[in-house]
């Protein structure tokens, strides 16, 4: 340990970790009960068919946290330093739900849990909307009811909705209102579609060690080519664990992309007005969660700019301590610091 934890920024600054995840009884049992009769799709089977029902102490700690938004949860903050917290539902949400009407009616009595417990730890909690985009007039009007009556300050959507994509037409509703409202939206993964999952299951590779990374990635590519930013162009779009490493691979997709242009190889690939290095710089977000590994996050900050990285812990899938640690202790100049963990949320989220 090279130093204690405390909230109230005796650092420089306060700590705002921004993809920190709940979840409720009826949504893990909705999960159990998909696994059990053979509805849920393979990706999901290998990731909630563990959590949701595994003795394992890991498996057991995540559920008990993702089940409490009151005392435990806010204890584990001040252990680690955490100010405040972003709060969304856990992945994959409602979105592998097969009965839109039970999708829509689960996700609204999250969302207003979650606000209850915001409005009972004011200085503590603040949310995200989730919502179903298996009905996106529905999640347009709840996009608005989020932003308005709950007082959330970001839409949280879980990647594909049964192997459907943002880039769809079908979809523009969600975008309009997030102009409406002038929310940013957070990617956040979810397991991949069946006819993406592949050999990853059987190598171990589906989750977060790589397939989730894959998968989150390739949904926010598919959104920036595709022109979400020439018909949108004040959106933000915010993804974790690293921008899932698209940073690192920036100079080859926006070669690759420009040369796809010029062929003519693709029909849907158009030209954009601006290439992709502009879009990470002016419109989409990164976070830090469950990449807490400093030459990672300096790659970030010096590709995107300092001012488009915020901290997150992923709480509680990853919770240890030296994480926070090892940002208090990072190698950049304490303004770009205190934009790392406090500022660039504050205006993102209007905290």
């Known amino acids: 340990m090279t130093h204690e934890l405390k909230t109230g920024g005796d650092r420089g600054y306060l700590?705002?970790?921004?993809?920190?995840a709940f979840a409720t009884r009826e949504q893990i049992d909705a999960y159990l009960r998909m696994v059990k009769a053979g509805t849920a799709d393979k990706g999901m089977t290998s990731l909630w068919g563990f959590y949701a029902q595994s003795p394992s102490e890991r498996a057991v700690e995540i559920i008990e946290r993702l089940l409490d938004l009151g005392e435990r949860r806010i204890a584990d903050m001040d252990a680690t330093g955490i100010d405040v917290a972003i709060l969304s539902l856990t992945s994959p949400g409602v979105q592998p739900l097969l009965d839109v009407s039970e999708a829509t009616a689960m996700v609204r009595r999250a969302n207003d849990y979650l606000a209850e417990r915001c409005e009972k730890y004011?200085?503590?909690?603040?949310g995200?909307?989730?919502?179903?985009?298996?009905?996106p007039a529905w999640s347009a009007e709840e996009i608005k009811r989020g932003a308005g009556e709950l007082g959330f300050r970001g839409v949280m959507v879980n990647s594909h909705t049964l192997g459907h994509y943002l880039d769809e037409p079908q979809f523009d509703p969600i975008f309009r209102a997030l102009a409406d409202t002038g929310q940013p939206l957070y990617i956040h993964p979810q397991t991949l579609p069946d006819n993406m999952i592949g050999g990853l299951?059987?190598?171990?590779l589906d989750g977060a060690i790589f397939g989730f990374g894959v998968e989150t990635a390739m949904h926010l590519l598919r959104l920036i080519t595709t022109g979400i930013f020439d018909r949108y162009p004040e959106l933000q779009i915010a993804v974790g664990h690293g921008a899932e490493a698209i940073p690192y691979w920036l100079y080859r997709m926006d070669y690759m992309h420009k040369a796809g242009v010029r062929s003519q190889r693709y029909a849907r690939l158009k030209p954009l007005q601006k290439d992709l290095f502009g879009c990470l710089r002016e419109n989409v977000l990164a976070t830090t969660s469950g990449m807490p590994f400093p030459p990672a996050i300096k790659l970030m900050m010096e590709v995107m700019g300092d001012d488009r990285v915020m901290y997150a812990m992923d709480y509680p899938y990853e919770y240890v301590a030296d994480e926070v640690r090892a940002h208090d202790l990072l190698e950049v100049s304490d303004a770009a610091k205190k934009k790392l963990m406090q500022t660039n949320a504050e205006r993102v989220f209007k905290l």
């Open 15 to 20: 700590r705002i970790a921004t993809e920190e």
């Open 201 to 204: 299951i059987d190598a171990g």
């Open 128 to 135: 995200m909307t989730s919502i179903a985009p298996q009905d």
């Open 122 to 126: 004011p200085t503590r909690f603040f």
